[in-house]
């Protein structure tokens, strides 16, 4: 039998096992599902920050031991990290260095003229991947269409591996000018570095990313040589504690494109991994939609560390292919997650200038926020919630996770009321109306900045904070419907094992879109299907149950900017070449309002994406609660909301609400892995599936509260 909180399971004869891990900033989240029968298993224990893979493994023998589950019954075993994404906004990169075409040391630096900030003249620029003494410079010259203008100098490519090596870089970036019209120059280059320096990790831009604009060409390149050998050490520490488990199957990461790939894909090519973990919650948001009937969502995913959003509209989530990471871009497909440095962890603090400031520093899993009891000194989001009533002041996690909150009021009392000249209450008040704020500001980015009404959504909360916050931030968006999960705090780790494996290839093939430029454009179509079968062979797929999908990148001729559009089975000829085109005109229309008919039209980018479908897991059943509503009530205490400060709130024990049933604000709504809270005239609805349905209405301030 195995217990988690109020989880109680029998596992009699145990078929086959699936695992889903998700590593965050505080909390490492698993869930064990065994597919043949439906019953799940949820746990969560604080993230190892020192050594992010010892949680993981000390979750799986949680999970399993208890049970007495034998190891080799795992089939599947997926880990969703942000462990790229740390490292590269944490400065914990491998030292890097790059071999690159002679007179462009310097477009790291030189990058774009933009600037974050058009009227602030202070902001520092960010730290290239690779420091200026450790770019070295090479004789060559590729032109734009491929043709060899100054041969490899390769005596020079030698010389700098020798001083790359003196520097003790652990990793080379090999950029070369236009190398995604011809290769040759960068590969030979890796098989002299390769040839000198077996140990040092190598990376070339065409096999990243075969795509011209040389500046995000070569910033991809050098990130990922950087995360080289840190994901690399991740890896085998992973992989190696999962096979001593005496796990067979060989594990899965998920990616940022919501796709599940073999470690070594992720060793190639480890900035696929941003955005790691979230992707498995938006993947698992797009489940449940498609179960409850709901096509448009926005998630919101608030853990201890940051908040995670996404628009989801009609059922597929909106994707990017570039994302700036530290000040870089990095272009690389992936689900469109918006990310800020705002969560439970999340310290408070006071400016110069007396103004209160929440995040993003925050306080992690050790020592964690003051209510912890792990010795935190700094105030934090969770320790402003326990002040205000709306966390259980004596214990989270079902019990297992004792709680101080004498130490949260003291926290606030010494570091913020006396510097805001505010007693506890409005300083934890205050925290938590900008901690929303700085939320808010996330779902806006994705939904209001790209021409979609947020109140057409209705917003999913999850992540171990999400329920504490959605009704705030979907009172003040006019935001009506929030929907909350059976196991908000675990959906990520659920929705990883939604996962497909996924391949996402490209390449540039700058021409007009012309009838005499359709060899030119078939032949880079299938360039990319020898790329993705050769990429199934290395993931260990067979290439029949693989569908195949085809894009394309269009410009106006003059444009800086391209849409994408599908091409049905990766072929053109002069008919479909003549109907994608008055495809690209409309959709030109309707994106930016106006068309160009009479002007030429230009391909920049061909794409492939090869999708392996998985089968999905089961839905869980959720068994039905005897009783009324009166029966859920665990007691009562006293919760602060903006509208009618500090009122006697009923706390709910969700396990035991019974479906269909109906509870009118305030009221608090507790399990395991969160809590959720339910502000005054808020309605809110179980179904029968145990989804948590809430009625928001806009908020209405208490006259002189």
């Given at each position: 039998m195995l217990f988690f909180g109020s989880q109680q399971f029998w596992f009699d004869t145990v078929s086959r096992i699936w695992i889903g891990i998700d590593t965050g900033g505080t909390f490492t989240d698993l869930v064990l599902c065994e597919p043949e029968t439906g019953k799940y298993v949820y746990h969560k224990l604080p993230t190892t920050t020192g050594d992010p893979a010892q949680a993981v493994l000390d979750g799986i023998s949680e999970l399993l031991d208890p049970a007495l589950i034998p190891r080799d019954q795992v089939e599947f075993l997926v880990l969703g990290t942000t462990l790229a994404t740390n490292a590269v906004l944490e400065g914990k990169c491998a030292r890097t260095g790059m071999i690159t075409t002679a007179g462009f040391r310097d477009v790291l630096e030189l990058a774009r003229q933009r600037r974050p900030h058009y009227f602030n003249l202070d902001i520092p620029k960010p730290s290239p991947p690779a420091a200026r003494e450790c770019r070295i410079e090479v004789t060559e010259r590729i032109a734009h269409d491929g043709t060899v203008v100054t041969p490899l100098a390769e005596d020079e490519v030698r010389n700098a591996v020798l001083t790359l090596h003196g520097e003790k870089i652990e990793a080379i970036a090999i950029c070369m000018l236009h190398s995604y019209a011809n290769p040759a120059h960068e590969r030979r280059a890796r098989e002299i570095a390769r040839q000198m320096w077996p140990a040092a990790y190598l990376c070339a831009s065409s096999d990243v990313l075969p795509e011209f604009r040389e500046f995000e060409r070569f910033a991809t390149t050098t990130v990922n040589a950087s995360l080289m050998p840190v994901m690399d050490r991740y890896l085998e520490r992973f992989e190696r504690g999962v096979a001593d488990l005496g796990v067979k199957v060989a594990p899965r990461v998920m990616q940022s494109n919501g796709g599940a790939v073999t470690p070594g894909a992720v060793r190639r090519v480890p900035v696929n991994t941003f955005f790691s973990g979230p992707a498995g919650g938006v993947v698992g948001c797009v489940g449940l939609g498609a179960e409850l009937g709901i096509g448009n969502l926005i998630t919101f995913d608030m853990g201890g560390t940051s908040t995670d959003v996404c628009l989801i509209r009609e059922g597929e989530p909106a994707k990017t292919d570039l994302r700036e990471i530290a000040g870089f871009?990095?272009?690389?497909?992936?689900?469109?997650?918006?990310?800020?440095?705002?969560?439970?962890?999340?310290?408070?603090?006071?400016?110069?200038?007396?103004?209160?400031?929440?995040?993003?520093?925050?306080?992690?899993?050790?020592?964690?926020?003051?209510?912890?009891?792990?010795?935190?000194?700094?105030?934090?989001?969770?320790?402003?919630?326990?002040?205000?009533?709306?966390?259980?002041?004596?214990?989270?996690?079902?019990?297992?996770?004792?709680?101080?909150?004498?130490?949260?009021?003291?926290?606030?009392?010494?570091?913020?009321?006396?510097?805001?000249?505010?007693?506890?209450?409005?300083?934890?008040?205050?925290?938590?109306?900008?901690?929303?704020?700085?939320?808010?500001?996330?779902?806006?980015?994705?939904?209001?900045?790209?021409?979609?009404?947020?109140?057409?959504?209705?917003?999913?909360?999850?992540?171990?904070?999400?329920?504490?916050?959605?009704?705030?931030?979907?009172?003040?968006?006019?935001?009506?419907?929030?929907?909350?999960?059976?196991?908000?705090?675990?959906?990520?780790?659920?929705?990883?094992?939604?996962?497909?494996?996924?391949?996402?290839?490209?390449?540039?093939?700058?021409?007009?879109?012309?009838?005499?430029?359709?060899?030119?454009?078939?032949?880079?179509?299938?360039?990319?299907?020898?790329?993705?079968?050769?990429?199934?062979?290395?993931?260990?797929?067979?290439?029949?149950?693989?569908?195949?999908?085809?894009?394309?990148?269009?410009?106006?001729?003059?444009?800086?900017?391209?849409?994408?559009?599908?091409?049905?089975?990766?072929?053109?000829?002069?008919?479909?070449?003549?109907?994608?085109?008055?495809?690209?005109?409309?959709?030109?229309?309707?994106?930016?309002?106006?068309?160009?008919?009479?002007?030429?039209?230009?391909?920049?980018?061909?794409?492939?994406?090869?999708?392996?479908?998985?089968?999905?897991?089961?839905?869980?059943?959720?068994?039905?609660?005897?009783?009324?509503?009166?029966?859920?009530?665990?007691?009562?205490?006293?919760?602060?909301?903006?509208?009618?400060?500090?009122?006697?709130?009923?706390?709910?024990?969700?396990?035991?609400?019974?479906?269909?049933?109906?509870?009118?604000?305030?009221?608090?709504?507790?399990?395991?892995?969160?809590?959720?809270?339910?502000?005054?005239?808020?309605?809110?609805?179980?179904?029968?599936?145990?989804?948590?349905?809430?009625?928001?209405?806009?908020?209405?301030?208490?006259?002189?509260?």
């Open positions: 871009p990095v272009r690389t497909r992936a689900i469109d997650i918006h990310t800020i440095g705002a969560g439970g962890g999340s310290i408070a603090w006071v400016d110069a200038g007396g103004l209160l400031k929440v995040g993003p520093q925050s306080a992690g899993a050790y020592p964690g926020p003051a209510a912890y009891g792990r010795g935190g000194k700094g105030p934090t989001v969770t320790d402003a919630n326990v002040v205000l009533g709306r966390l259980n002041p004596q214990a989270l996690l079902g019990g297992r996770m004792a709680m101080y909150p004498e130490r949260a009021h003291l926290v606030i009392a010494d570091e913020l009321a006396p510097r805001l000249d505010v007693d506890v209450v409005r300083a934890a008040a205050g925290v938590i109306e900008i901690i929303n704020v700085n939320m808010m500001g996330a779902v806006r980015v994705i939904s209001v900045e790209r021409g979609e009404d947020p109140r057409e959504f209705t917003l999913v909360a999850f992540g171990g904070a999400g329920p504490l916050h959605a009704a705030d931030i979907a009172r003040n968006m006019g935001i009506a419907r929030v929907l909350v999960p059976p196991r908000p705090g675990l959906l990520s780790a659920l929705g990883l094992l939604h996962a497909d494996v996924r391949g996402d290839f490209s390449l540039t093939r700058l021409v007009t879109a012309t009838p005499q430029t359709l060899s030119a454009l078939n032949s880079g179509f299938d360039e990319l299907r020898g790329r993705g079968t050769e990429w199934l062979r290395g993931e260990g797929e067979a290439n029949a149950r693989a569908k195949y999908g085809w894009l394309i990148d269009l410009r106006y001729s003059g444009q800086n900017y391209e849409l994408s559009l599908e091409v049905q089975g990766g072929k053109l000829g002069a008919a479909s070449l003549a109907r994608l085109i008055g495809r690209y005109h409309r959709r030109h229309q309707v994106t930016y309002g106006y068309d160009l008919r009479g002007h030429p039209v230009e391909v920049v980018n061909l794409r492939l994406v090869v999708t392996v479908e998985r089968k999905a897991p089961p839905h869980e059943k959720h068994h039905a609660v005897r009783g009324t509503v009166k029966d859920a009530v665990r007691g009562r205490r006293k919760v602060w909301f903006p509208e009618t400060g500090f009122v006697a709130t009923p706390v709910y024990d969700r396990q035991r609400l019974p479906a269909g049933c109906r509870i009118t604000g305030p009221a608090i709504v507790e399990q395991m892995d969160t809590t959720t809270v339910v502000p005054p005239r808020a309605k809110l609805r179980s179904d029968r599936l145990g989804y948590l349905h809430l009625e928001i209405e806009p908020l209405r301030m208490k006259r002189g509260a």
